[in-house]
């Protein structure tokens, strides 16, 4: 079904020091991706794979910098970066906490995990038993330290 997300507008779940803009859940696309924006401050995103989803980031501001496999790519506004499922990849920011992407999920559902952060954030719960719950739920693995 047809859909318009007016600028800024979506869900906003927010854990520790994260802000996550979920623009297009899952619901919307019956499931084919979802879309979301890291809203600034952004927090670095050590190695890690989805076992699930395939992801493309797509950078609106500032300079990134992406790893994938054995690869890094320093990315700049307009450029993207995709980091199929199952290959271990990272993500960090040129300057500390700036910048701003979109990132796609494919297939969606991937919002099942910051929910689950955000509502440990709401009851208090926030640490690392739950993110290893909300991993471990959403086929996540944290590969090193």
């Known amino acids: 079904m047809p859909f318009a997300v007016p600028a800024d507008e979506g869900e906003r779940l927010v854990f520790g020091d ?9 619901e919307a696309t019956g499931g084919a991706f ?3 924006e890291e809203v600034p401050p952004l ?3 050590p190695l ?3 076992e699930h989803e395939d992801e493309l980031f797509y950078v609106l501001e500032g300079e990134h910098v992406f790893r ?3 690869e890094e790519h320093r990315v700049g506004p307009g450029g993207m970066v995709f980091a199929p499922r199952g ?4 993500q ?3 300057r500390p906490g700036e910048g701003r992407q979109l990132v796609l999920m494919s297939p969606g559902g991937f919002e099942r995990f910051f929910r689950s952060l955000a509502d ?3 009851n208090g719960t926030l640490g690392p038993e739950a993110y290893e719950r909300a991993s471990r739920e959403s086929g996540i693995t944290w590969v090193g330290g």
Do not use: K, M, Y
């Open 43 to 45: 927090v670095d995103t």
């Open 87 to 90: 290959v271990p990849h990272a």
């Open 34 to 36: 979802s879309l979301f």
């Open 68 to 70: 994938v496999g054995d």
């Open 92 to 94: 960090r920011r040129a």
């Open 120 to 122: 440990a954030h709401t």
């Open 48 to 50: 890690h794979v989805h």
């Open 18 to 26: 994260v802000t996550i803009l979920l623009r297009v859940p899952a």
